[in-house]
């Protein structure tokens, strides 16, 4: 698809989905039980896969409200002073008194990889029973998206509500929280990382522990479009990139070689990426190299929202490597 033939019209994207504020600690190897180690860096950031991802979406271009819930607290004041300096809106951003804003406390090694402790807080709050305006917002966009990181019931929900207007209904199901089958049917795409993949039973039994190719990889998410466990998959594959399947076929898109810095948020990222440009009108197989692009990028820099590049840079990047 051209630029021009890109936006040609304006698609709309909500997100539904988790605020968190991330707490990061930078350090030269994960502790072992009982040991203490010393940071060489620290920052507080804007967080939370449902945040991140819009973000992402909104830097790819494409008209984005966000739907999250947070406290009255000074994280919620910072979390939205962000967002608005960022330029994504905060209409759908509703405030609860007495409960805390989400919080993320994140560990970074020398090596780029992290681990991530989530505290809900007003994201468990993010009820099934949407507001009118939020409601009405899903139904006229071409696509929503949401993640495992608010209740099980509202996710649930959101696909019953997306499926009745006929709206695109995207769910990154991580963490791999357990939604209804009749909520993952409805999925285009579903989208999840090998380890999700295996916690919803999308691997078989027999290789549930064994090291799977890229290949097999595509194979069992045709094979998962095929029997109807989900409209379409995407499975991220880390440094091998993705692979993703619907009704028309499947495609391995590999992510192009970089030194990773910080691989936080770079999941979000991707899926961010892959709605906004889903929105747009592109193609399952289009959209997700477009997103192993961007991810690609994200992870040559520190942090989350701050390390996610433009449209502009996605789009230059993905053709330099031969990904759109």
């Known amino acids: 698809m051209t630029e ?94 007495d409960v805390t804003t989400g919080v993320a406390q994140i560990t970074v090694a020398a090596s780029g990889e992290n681990t991530v402790i989530v505290t809900a807080g007003a994201n468990g709050l993010l009820g099934p029973e949407l507001g ?83 290949e097999q990889w595509q194979q069992l998410a045709a094979s998962a479009v095929a029997a109807g466990r989900c409209r379409s998959l995407v499975i991220t594959l880390g440094s091998a990139g993705a692979v993703a399947a619907d009704a028309s076929g499947s495609w391995h898109r590999q992510a192009p070689r970089v030194t990773p810095v910080d691989t936080t948020g770079a999941g979000d990222c991707f899926t961010g990426t892959l709605a906004a440009f889903l929105a747009e009108g592109r193609s399952l197989a289009e959209a997700t190299g477009l997103a192993a692009a961007a991810g690609a990028l994200s992870v040559q820099a520190r942090g989350t929202v701050g390390s996610y590049a433009p449209r502009a840079a996605v789009l230059a990047f993905a053709a330099e490597h031969a990904l759109a």
């Not at 739907?67 to 967002?83: E, K, M, N």
């Not at 305006?133 to 696909?159: C, D, N």
């Open 4 to 97: 021009s033939a890109a936006h040609s019209t304006s698609p709309r994207l909500v997100v539904v989905g988790s605020l968190n504020v991330d707490s990061t600690s930078y350090v030269g190897h994960f502790p072992a039980p009982g040991e203490t180690v010393e940071s060489t860096g620290f920052a507080v950031a804007l967080g939370g896969k449902g945040t991140n991802q819009a973000v992402a979406a909104h830097l790819a271009g494409v008209e984005t409200e966000l739907i999250a819930r947070v406290g009255t607290d000074s994280s919620g004041d910072f979390a939205l002073s962000t967002l608005a300096q960022l330029g994504v809106a905060t209409n759908g951003i509703q405030r609860i008194a």
């Open 132 to 214: 009118d305006a939020e409601t009405a917002a899903i139904a006229a966009a071409s696509l929503v998206l949401t993640q495992g990181e608010i209740p099980a019931a509202t996710v649930e929900a959101l696909a019953a509500s997306a499926a009745a207007a006929g709206t695109r209904y995207v769910l990154n199901l991580a963490p791999p929280v357990a939604v209804a089958p009749a909520a993952l049917a409805v999925c285009d795409p579903l989208v999840v990382n090998e380890h999700e993949a295996r916690a919803v039973g999308l691997v078989p039994d027999a290789a549930a522990d064994d090291s799977l190719s890229a």
